[in-house]
């Protein structure tokens, strides 16, 4: 499936169905990230039930030092 | 005690995280300043290096309130986004409104700073914007309903000092909520005069991150914006224009 990641183009294996396996692929489940999907912002609760689809515009954005 | 809106602080000294040399010596600053608010910035990770350490990570997040800001904004819809990025974490409510109106100076645009700020405050966030030192837009935004002003003192990462003390001091006499003076501080002797001029608190980054010993610099912001602080409350005396003695003019031995 291929997906646009942090506004790239992002090819992930096909086991990678929801938000959750998304995370879990690419080893920031223990992160404090938060996902926006498709321009909308998820809750932690939704992650495991957001079924992904070719295409999906997905933002994964943390904290960075800043003043 | 510094109080925002439903928050309340007994260190006057909100320190930025960004441009330090090292984790280390960073995570000593922001000891040895005694800070309980931490600003941060909202940026895309890189998702393909998730062992790149994270300063957040390292950080006892119950001893600190996070105060991200919306840095990279140009708009008030862009701040808005960033604001609830931030918000969707968990970790935070309180917002520092930041729209940069110009990429030379680092100004922030007023219309775009208040419109922020209004859709943000609907929105239940607790909201700190950071603003130029103009004295109207100040009472503006409290008007809005922000629950602190933070005026700049000179431009971001300029360490240029206040350059403008009569605005502060009259933005610090009108407003009633706190007022944080935030970006241009350059020693200790600035954080002091801003405290000095009945500021709430002082917002600094640079001014420590970028330090020869960024510990040392934090310990002495600290001193100094505690000084300052105990200096306004102490109320200064009036400037006079000539001399009087200390000492008594009685029971002079050589009269």
Redesign the interface.
């Known amino acids: 499936m291929n997906l646009v990641i942090n506004g790239d183009k992002v090819e992930v294996p096909n086991r990678v169905e929801t938000v959750d396996n998304l995370l879990q692929h690419f080893d920031l489940e223990q992160k404090v990230v938060i996902v926006e999907w498709n321009e909308m912002i998820l809750e932690k609760a939704f992650y495991q039930e957001t079924m992904l689809s070719n295409g999906d515009k997905i933002e994964l954005v943390h904290f960075v030092g800043g003043g | 005690m510094l109080k925002i809106g439903s928050y309340e602080f007994t260190s006057r000294l909100l320190l930025?995280?960004?441009?330090?040399p090292n984790f280390d010596i960073?995570k000593e600053a922001v000891n040895v300043s005694g800070t309980e608010i931490l600003?941060?910035?909202?940026?895309?990770?890189n998702?393909?290096d998730?062992s790149q350490p994270?300063?957040?990570?390292k950080l006892d997040l119950k001893k600190y309130t996070?105060l991200?800001?919306t840095?990279g904004a140009k708009t008030a819809q862009e701040a808005v986004r960033i604001a609830?990025?931030?918000n969707?974490?968990?970790?935070c409510n309180m917002i520092k409104v930041e729209v940069i109106g110009c990429q030379k100076t680092l100004l922030p645009d007023p219309i775009e700073t208040l419109k922020a700020s209004e859709e943000l405050l609907k929105e239940g966030f607790t909201v700190l914007p950071y603003t130029s030192d103009d004295v109207l837009l100040a009472r503006r935004l409290e008007e809005l309903g922000c629950h602190a002003i933070m005026p700049g003192a000179s431009p971001?990462?300029s360490g240029q000092g206040i350059i403008n003390p009569l605005n502060l001091s009259f933005i610090i006499e009108e407003a009633n909520v706190p007022v944080i003076i935030d970006?241009g501080i350059g020693t200790p002797s600035d954080a002091a005069i801003a405290m000095e001029l009945g500021a709430d608190g002082v917002?600094?980054?640079?001014a420590v991150s970028g330090a020869s010993d960024p510990v040392k610099m934090a310990l002495a912001m600290k001193l100094a914006i505690e000084a300052g602080r105990l200096g306004f409350e102490a109320g200064r005396i009036p400037k006079k224009r000539y001399a009087t003695a200390s000492s008594p003019a009685e029971g002079m031995i050589f009269s």
């Open positions: 930025g995280t960004g441009k330090y960073q600003t941060f910035s909202v940026r895309r990770m998702i393909f998730p994270n300063f957040l990570e996070l991200p800001n840095a609830k990025l931030a969707a974490s968990g970790l971001i990462g970006a917002l600094l980054n640079t």
